[in-house]
């Protein structure tokens, strides 16, 4: 138990950080599921419009340090890679 008025700060401070994580977390799962139901359904036309929006969001989650940048840029390496390779 913290016993110090900074240490009861720092603990608030946690528990509210650990929650925006787990949010931008989700966010990051969320959109490459949903890219990669796209690139199963074949959906080239939808996917390309969702790349944009999908690369801001990954490297804004990367910048905070959520997930590294390297995990961010292979991500996005890859789904791209998979969305140009469709026919």
């Known amino acids: 138990m ?3 008025k900074s240490a009861i700060r720092r ?3 946690v528990k509210i950080q650990t929650t925006v994580n787990k949010i931008r977390k989700s966010k990051f799962k969320s959109i490459i599921k949903k890219m990669n139901l796209l690139i199963i359904q074949k ?3 939808e996917a390309v419009k969702l790349l944009p929006k999908m690369n801001s969001q990954i490297m ?5 340090g959520v997930i ?5 840029s292979r991500n996005i390496s890859k789904l791209t890679k998979k969305i ?3 026919k």
Do not use: E, F, Q, V
């Open 43 to 45: 959906k080239k036309d």
């Open 11 to 13: 603990t608030r401070r």
């Open 84 to 86: 140009y390779s469709l």
């Open 60 to 64: 804004k989650i990367s910048k905070t």
């Open 2 to 4: 913290p016993n110090t």
């Open 68 to 72: 590294k940048k390297k995990t961010a």
